[in-house]
């Protein structure tokens, strides 16, 4: 909310520049969205807005949404330093969206695909009710139509407000890739920044294959609650999309240029299964 | 589904003195935090005390055949009132130098792929699994980041997903978070009455959304989170309370596990009526129920079961 108000209240001079945080590279910010929002110097991945992803990844005029309208109510009546809903109505007003997650369905070079993109803008892509109904349904339409499921993450992890209910959206999501999964479709899992906590620790560990954005924060633990409990200082490129890969995390760290042909690719690979079941 | 409504009212009925006991002394109910803190109380049973009360021909699996063996997880096969069962639970540990080595119940991922090789071996032997919940959470630490702890844990809930046996989880402690829900998508979920079940702990609620974690923050966290026995029923988690001895479970180890069992038992006899592949289905739209209907599509300021 700060954010927008902040933004707002900037001229048209500064709006016109960016600067990368790695390398401190002042840029025409048009240049930089003509990179796909990356540091043309270091190669930076400048977060995405939803709208900015589904440019990049689906065929022009493919992008069909599903579900955009469920809204989460306040099942605990929770407050912190305010209510639950109050939230909920500032970051719809932020970001123009329901929850933390857009589904639907789109090509990528013309393979038809169902497609889930999280918004890290609304509540950190916290994961509550609507985040998991609306990856559960994403994988049932995908089983119904036999579609491939492309999921773009970013999420700090589950919805804490929405308490015990947003715990079990792990085992909800969960239970829906097992369904999918018997039919032989593909699943592929892109981990954006940062996909942490209980969204880690659920649908998104469990692509087929996992890609990762350059850069991107992956794990379980906050790097801030693992720093309090062990003592250590972390080194700074520590869960980050290089760090995973290293340990055998994920297969393969994608740069944004190439990620549209790096699905398209996989997804044909994998697409013909020669066995017949249902 | 029609199997646990039947449930809760025989459970209801069963408890019914006590009750009306509570309500009469409504305002003494225990705050949400010292809730918490009489579930985490080192005295209260384990896993082990349970194993060992009502599980005979007991034998314990060791490794994940990948890495090591984690102690913050016990896992093995074993008989259950005559019939051949898979058993997997955290185990905290009772004095000092146990808790050190179970690593205070905090599993790291060899753990959670010691209890992916039991949910395996329960499948592939039809054996009905028995879980127990109680962990803080899983282990925060570089070497479990390292060896994928998110992983390890997302594993492990599409594999319970997965089970064509009967399964039944027990909250028999401090549930918390991902690190407890790994041993917790089963058919049936009890939870004991002083047990509670969260999505992170209190304290990790104040420090990030209260921004300190002073005990007037934490207590103030552990009542908004909404995590008691009572609470879980009212949202749906869970499918029944165990009643534990006057005073809690750790003040009679043998009346605990007793009543524990006999809701164990009850629940098996049931499930085995349900094939295989309805099992599944059972577990499956059971998970797939959660929080659903505190879904709205118009605008809606508040559904809550609570006032
Ligand atoms: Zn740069």
């Given amino acids: 909310m700060a954010e927008v108000v902040e933004r707002a209240a900037t001229t048209q001079a500064a709006e016109m520049w960016v600067k990368c945080p790695e390398c401190a590279t002042l840029a025409f910010r048009k240049e930089v969205e003509r990179n796909l929002n990356v540091c043309l110097k270091c190669g930076y991945h400048f977060p995405l807005t939803v709208e900015q992803r589904l440019a990049i990844v689906a065929d022009r005029g493919t992008w069909r949404q599903i579900d955009s309208e469920l809204k989460a109510s306040d099942p605990l009546g929770f407050v912190d330093s305010k209510p639950y809903w109050k939230r909920l109505e500032e970051a719809r007003a932020q970001t123009g969206r329901n929850d933390a997650i857009v589904t639907g369905t789109c090509e990528i070079e013309h393979e038809p695909i169902a497609l889930g993109v999280m918004d890290f803008r609304f509540m950190g892509g916290s994961m509550g009710v609507v985040v998991g109904e609306k990856v559960a349904r994403l994988f049932a339409h995908a089983r119904r139509n036999r579609l491939p499921v492309v999921l773009f993450c970013a999420s700090g992890g589950a919805r804490m407000q929405e308490g015990i209910l947003s715990l079990m959206q792990m085992a909800k999501t969960c239970t829906a890739v097992a369904r999918y999964r018997d039919l032989r479709l593909p699943y592929v899992a892109v981990l954006c920044y940062p996909t942490t906590g209980g969204v880690a620790a659920s649908f998104a560990m469990l692509g087929d294959l996992n890609l990762a954005e350059p850069g991107a924060l992956i794990g379980f633990a906050g790097r801030r609650v693992i720093e309090q409990t062990t003592g250590e200082r972390l080194p700074p490129r520590f869960q980050r999309a290089e760090f995973l890969l290293e340990h055998g995390m994920v297969d393969a760290i994608v740069p944004r240029r190439k990620l549209r042909s790096t699905l398209a690719n996989v997804l044909r690979l994998l697409k013909n299964s020669p066995r017949h079941d249902s | ?307």
């Fill in chain 2, 1 to 307: 589904m029609a199997l646990d409504k039947k449930n809760n009212k025989n459970h209801k009925h069963a408890r019914s003195g006590s009750e009306s006991a509570d309500s009469a002394a409504q305002i003494s109910r225990p705050s949400a935090i010292d809730r918490v803190k009489l579930a985490r109380d080192p005295r209260r049973p384990q896993t082990l005390d349970y194993i060992e009360r009502f599980i005979d021909d007991f034998f314990e699996i060791h490794g994940d055949r990948r890495f090591g063996d984690d102690p913050a997880i016990v896992a093995g096969i074993g008989r259950f009132r005559g019939r051949p069962v898979a058993l997997v639970g955290h185990q905290r540990g009772h004095s000092t130098a146990e808790r050190i080595k179970r690593n205070f119940g905090r599993p790291n991922p060899e753990g959670y792929r010691k209890a992916a090789r039991i949910y395996e071996l329960a499948e592939r032997f039809s054996l009905p699994l028995i879980t127990f919940l109680d962990t803080q959470g899983a282990e925060p630490g570089v070497g479990a980041e390292e060896r994928g702890q998110a992983e390890a844990i997302a594993r492990n809930l599409e594999l319970m997903a997965r089970l064509t046996v009967p399964s039944i989880a027990c909250v028999i402690g401090e549930g918390g978070s991902g690190g407890a829900l790994a041993l917790g998508v089963a058919n049936v979920v009890l939870m004991q009455e002083n047990a509670c079940y969260s999505v992170i702990t209190p304290e990790g609620c104040a420090a990030i959304l209260w921004r300190e974690a002073t005990p007037d923050k934490v207590a103030e966290a552990a009542e908004a989170l909404k995590l008691s026995a009572h609470d879980l029923l009212k949202l749906g988690v869970i499918d029944e309370i165990v009643e534990e001895p006057a005073g809690g479970a750790h003040r009679d180890y043998e009346g605990a596990a007793y009543k524990l069992a006999d809701a164990i038992e009850r629940h098996l006899v049931k499930l085995a009526l349900l094939s295989p592949a309805a099992l599944r289905r059972h577990r499956e739209r059971k998970f797939a129920a959660m929080g659903k209907k505190f879904l709205v599509t118009k605008n809606v300021a508040k559904v809550s079961v609570f006032n």
